[in-house]
């Protein structure tokens, strides 16, 4: 089942033109700058806004169209926002229990995860009892996201659910989504405008562009073409879906393996051999070598090809590698361009420090 959408819609002065489907399961981060159209087009999808120049339907199932336009409440979603409005007059179970009586009453229902289900997934068992006012931010984001969850919709849209929490409340939230997504089948649209958390949690991108969508795909694509903003940006990184190979227990250092090579991960064994993980690279923490240095604390030195070169600001170029298939992206300055005499094809070495590689 695919999310299909399309509208032309205008609103005081701002235009939002964007055609685009959410497949059926895994995260989809709707990526763009402040104010280009995503909560917009989020608010469309569930009919909270409308317009009367759009299309919506998951598969053969119309929301809306010329004819049809199904209220929110009819169409089978589950919407969370920056903070999550739980009714402050109930506890936990009771807030939970809400959206469990709202899919009974729904008969587009699809089939979901249960109450107890919900609850371990999202860690709620030690809150249930507990009232709104008693749970930190990122708990109380937790509970909306379960509540979503328990109205067993058939696609949940997230508009920035992180947004309000600090760094820490973050970092704490996002094992859990990382959860949710490995353990249910269900289409998320996920609104951010943070390029770290969609590395982390991201399966494709639509990314967005003055009411526009100006490209969507595969998410180590979007990261890594030189063509696209994110490569270019301060927060640029490439992602590698790698495998845990071995531990050095006397060094504390895993090994990973991925379809470029092998790693060394410098952090302490909690993740069984044969588990897969996802390492993030920030194009600031790769640099380049024209040969393996051995007299170096660097841990991680790949052979890799230089395949574009592009002039980032007066100081620093985005060298795109390839690492037998797998694209890894580097900034680095125009100087160090010159001294190593790097061109399209070149071969090079990258050499990436173990404790810049990010889990
Ligand atoms: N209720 C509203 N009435 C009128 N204009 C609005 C309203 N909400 C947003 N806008 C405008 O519509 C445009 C798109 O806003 P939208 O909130 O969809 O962007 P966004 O990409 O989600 O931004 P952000 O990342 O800052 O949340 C902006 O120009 C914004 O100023």
């Known amino acids: 089942m695919r999310l299909h959408f399309r509208f032309d819609h205008r609103r005081d002065g701002f235009h939002l033109q964007a ?3 959410v497949p059926t399961a895994g995260i989809t981060a709707l990526f763009g700058p402040s104010g280009c159209g995503k909560s917009t087009l989020l608010r469309l999808i569930a009919g909270l806004e409308r317009c ?33 409005q739980l009714f402050p007059h109930l506890n936990v179970r009771d807030n939970l229990r809400y959206g469990w009586k709202r899919a009974g009453r729904s008969t587009e229902a699809a089939a979901g995860p249960d ?7 999202l860690g709620l068992t030690e809150l249930l009892a507990r009232r709104p006012e008693q749970l930190s931010g990122g708990q109380r984001q937790r509970v909306a996201i379960g509540r979503a969850l328990l109205t067993r919709p058939r696609v949940l849209l997230l508009d920035e659910p992180l947004a309000a929490l600090d760094r ?26 943070d390029t770290d958390e969609v590395a982390r949690i991201a399966d494709r991108l639509l990314l967005m562009e003055a009411g526009r969508i100006q490209a969507a795909g595969e998410l180590t694509g979007m990261l890594t073409h030189p063509d696209l903003p994110l490569a270019r940006s301060e927060q640029a990184e490439t992602v590698l879906e790698a495998t845990i190979s071995s531990h050095d227990t006397d060094y504390h250092l895993t090994r990973l393996r991925f379809a470029g090579g092998e790693l060394s991960l410098a952090t302490p064994a909690e993740l069984a051999t044969g588990e897969p993980v996802r390492i993030r690279i920030l194009a600031r923490d790769v640099s380049l070598a024209l040969s393996p240095a051995t007299d170096s604390s660097i841990l991680n030195i790949l052979p890799a090809r230089v395949s574009e070169i592009r002039p980032l600001n007066p100081a620093q170029a985005l060298v795109c590698l390839d690492l037998g298939g797998t694209p890894l992206l580097a900034h680095i300055t125009h100087r160090s361009v010159d001294a ?14 173990s404790v810049a590689l990010l889990v």
Do not use: C
């Open 168 to 193: 820490e409340a973050k970092h704490a939230i996002l094992p859990y989504l990382e959860r949710l997504h490995r353990e249910l089948a269900l289409p998320v649209l996920y609104v951010s405008h």
């Open 52 to 84: 009367n120049n759009g299309e919506v339907r998951m598969e053969q199932d119309i929301w809306q169209n010329e004819q049809t336009f199904l209220p929110p409440h009819h169409r089978p979603i589950g919407y969370v926002i920056q903070e999550g």
């Open 115 to 121: 109450f107890d289900t919900v609850i371990a997934l």
């Open 340 to 353: 190593l005499g790097l061109a399209p094809g070149s071969p090079v070495y990258a050499q990436i420090k």
């Open 19 to 21: 055609a685009g489907e």
